[in-house]
């Protein structure tokens, strides 16, 4: 799917985006340099710097803004030869407030968020390849959500700079493709290492009970098909989204409170109550939040030793049939407080059925393992 041309995603995004959205503007840059992605077309959300082509960070209150040079990670993939499509939407200020972006499977459904348009484009054919970032859970919802794949590399992985700050513990670029095998080949591409081996023991872990009943069995079914073993971790690895989510309104808060007192509510009514609740968060909580987190570092690395790839749903269910949320990232947030590599894959489903993701997660520093084992369980058809 990576060797789609321009012309391809050009004659896709003319036919499907007046239904789906995806697009804040369609304006293709040509490669700074050549290499192994050569003439390959991408799409970046609007966080991301891009020279001369306006970053509006999803608010209007950033109407206008153009960068004057690319973000990082935009400049090393233009240099390596891709073509930069455009740019996809996102949440304001990439928080909760919906994009525009519709569903590709259905126009009354979420696509997640906060990385909408560029899970939706993927998933519609429209690109092979896009950009997104992920806080809390904002590549591996939209990707289970849309039916693509999505990938939370490590913490600091991928360079975040020229991008749209929020929580910067916290802050994680990622990456969208069709499926695993595109996604393995992209990082190879992007000039990271893809010589692990994949791996075949998997573990397991509990589903909380938010879980919606259909996702759950589709899990459970997935998770014997795979042969995964069922263990509790020794920590309470799903009760850390409640410590991440403090962080990242505490973060969030400090660095959107000048945007917030110049514009009030236009930031996004969601995104201003979190500023609102982040300010007014005590100091010693935000630091017992960080505390667990770091417990939960430690807790998870002994864990690893002996079960290095776990396995969960990648949400608590289907896309939400509503428009003015974009889902729970309950599922992925602890991952992100974690700094672990984390995968969203495709669940096959029935025909007519909304999209579910598996996630698949490993330990810091084993992301060519994680994308390898993906790549391994795509190709059992779970």
Request: proline share 9%.
């Amino acid at each position: 799917m990576l060797n789609m041309r321009l012309d391809e995603c050009l004659a896709r995004i003319r036919l499907l985006d007046e239904r789906i959205l995806a697009w804040t503007v369609v304006s293709p840059q040509p490669a700074l340099g050549n290499g192994p992605l050569d003439g390959v077309p991408f799409g970046v959300k609007d966080i991301f710097d891009t020279a001369g082509i306006v970053t509006e960070w999803g608010t209007p209150v950033m109407k206008g803004r153009v960068p004057a040079s690319d973000c990082e990670l935009v400049r090393m993939l233009r240099e390596r030869g891709a073509i930069m499509v455009g740019k996809t939407h996102t949440t304001s200020f990439a928080y909760f407030d919906p994009a525009p972006t519709l569903n590709p499977h259905s126009s009354q459904c979420t696509p997640g968020g906060s990385s909408s348009g560029s899970a939706a484009a993927v998933a519609s054919g429209m690109v092979p390849f896009a950009l997104g970032s992920q806080t809390q859970g904002s590549v591996l919802r939209p990707a289970s959500f849309c039916g693509c794949t999505g990938f939370k590399p490590g913490f600091g992985v991928l360079p975040i700079k020229g991008t749209m700050p929020f929580a910067p513990t916290l802050d994680t670029a990622g990456l969208f493709t069709q499926t695993a095998a595109d996604m393995r080949e992209l990082w190879s591409a992007m000039g990271f290492d893809t010589g692990a081996e994949a791996v075949a023991r998997l573990t397991a872990l509990p589903v909380p009970d938010e879980v919606e009943p259909e996702m759950r069995a589709r899990f459970l079914a997935a998770a014997e098909r795979l042969g995964a073993a069922h263990v509790n971790p020794p920590f309470d690895v799903w009760g850390l989204w409640k410590a991440v989510s403090l962080v990242q309104a505490v973060q969030g808060a400090r660095t959107h409170e000048q945007s917030w007192r110049q514009h009030g509510a236009a930031v996004g009514a969601k995104l201003a109550g979190l500023i609102e609740r982040g300010l007014s968060t005590p100091e010693p909580e935000y630091q017992a939040a960080l505390a667990e987190i770091e417990q939960g570092k430690k807790a998870a690395a002994a864990f690893f030793t002996d079960h290095p790839v776990w396995i969960a749903p990648a949400a608590l269910g289907a896309a939400p049939r509503t428009l003015t949320s974009t889902g729970d990232p309950r599922m992925n947030a602890p991952f992100t407080g974690l700094g672990t590599p984390a995968i969203s894959i495709p669940m096959p489903v029935p025909q007519g059925a909304m999209p579910r993701g598996l996630q698949l997660v490993a330990g810091p520093g084993q992301d060519a393992m994680l994308l390898a084992t993906a790549a391994s369980v795509e190709n059992m058809e779970i």
